[in-house]
């Protein structure tokens, strides 16, 4: 906070387009304390960084448990990089396939399965429900990522799906919520998918990754932690080996 006000002053109060400086510059209008401005910043730091470990564990077992799928990823990953150099944010649009496999792992294991508490501030009718005012609710997003009359197999892990029929996963399409939907929307969305792609595609292009010897795939531990949150309950323990050249 001190480099950042330090800076705008030497600038002249010029600002620079990023998130501590919008705070800065609406600390008068909106009354915001340095207190309140740090807490809205480790909001930030927490909702993006926890969510994110935990998608890509998730994604990370579920490509270990599919080889095939590991595989095909890496194939479009060699295709559309090569070996000699490593992937940037400028590839994305070339990897489909790896953009799907973020979709897949968000469908089955959304990091927030009940999304955050929801308050209803008048009384609504949902679905034939009657929801009355102040009531505490919500969304199974999980169940919603493995309901068989939304999703054929719904407990395979198939990033084709994604290719046969594109769904939004940013709250417009009320079948894949992730990130929730409407006002409370998560503002991280699409910082939260780049990193997603951009860590997975890392990790897959410079290795291939398996179980340690002797542990059979049946015998992973797919339960989450009970929470907010849902951390695998036993940590993955994989086994990496590399595939680039190790100056890369
Ligand atoms: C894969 C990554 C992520 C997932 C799956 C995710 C998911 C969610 C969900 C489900 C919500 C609640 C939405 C609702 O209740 O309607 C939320 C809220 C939020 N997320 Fe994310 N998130 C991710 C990454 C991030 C990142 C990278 C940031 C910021 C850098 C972030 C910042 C926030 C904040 C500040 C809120 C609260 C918004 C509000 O209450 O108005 N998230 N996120």
């Known amino acids: 906070m001190e480099e950042h006000t330090a800076a705008r002053h030497k600038s002249g109060g010029e600002t620079k387009q990023h998130f501590v400086d919008a705070l800065l510059t609406s600390k008068e209008k909106y009354e915001l304390s340095e207190v309140t401005i740090i807490g809205l910043l480790w909001d930030m730091i927490h909702a ?109 892990f198939r990033p084709e799906r994604f290719l046969e029929e594109d769904v939004d996963m940013k709250g417009h399409d009320f079948r894949l919520l992730p990130f929730g939907a409407g006002r409370r929307v998560c503002p991280g969305a699409q910082l939260g998918i780049n990193l997603m792609t951009s860590m997975l595609g890392h990790l897959l292009h410079h290795f291939s990754w398996s179980l340690p010897e002797g542990v059979k795939s049946e015998e992973i531990d797919m339960s989450g932690n009970p929470g907010i949150m849902s951390f695998m309950r036993t940590p993955l323990q994989a086994v990496a080996k590399l595939r680039l050249p190790a100056h890369l």
Request: hydrophobic share 40%; net charge neutral; proline share 9%.
């Open 48 to 156: 993006g960084i926890d969510t994110t470990i935990i998608s890509i564990e998730w994604a990370m077992v579920e490509l270990i448990k599919n080889p095939r799928v590991q595989q095909k990823a890496q194939e479009e990953l060699d295709r559309a990089i090569g070996y000699e150099r490593v992937m940037t944010e400028s590839d994305f649009p070339n990897l489909p396939y790896l953009r799907c496999v973020v979709k897949e792992a968000e469908r089955l294991h959304p990091p927030l399965p009940l999304m955050l508490p929801h308050k209803a501030n008048s009384n609504v009718k949902i679905g034939g429900y009657d929801i009355p005012k102040g009531s505490i609710v919500h969304v199974n997003v999980w169940a919603m990522g493995r309901d068989p009359k939304i999703w054929k197999n719904p407990t395979e």
